[in-house]
């Protein structure tokens, strides 16, 4: 548990980042490019950025922990994913 704390913390903080990126979204998307709060919207969703890159490095940093080949980790991927695909496109179609 100790080992993976830090990683849920990380977790935390990326999801808050994100809630900020949408958040400050609104502001952005005005026009009063010269007023305070749509500088401040654009400093938050400027700084917040690195969240989604910030789970890619979680998520792989987890998948470095598991011990499974490279046949096991495609083979429970695409199990997972496939049906869903394969239902959803032929619902679209």
Partial sequence: MARTSYISILRIV????????HSSSGYLNSNEFESFDWSYANWLNSFSRFAVPLFVVISGALLLQKDESTGQFYRKRLLKIVPPFLFWSIVYL
């Fill in 14 to 21: 990326a999801i808050f980042l994100v809630i900020l990126i």
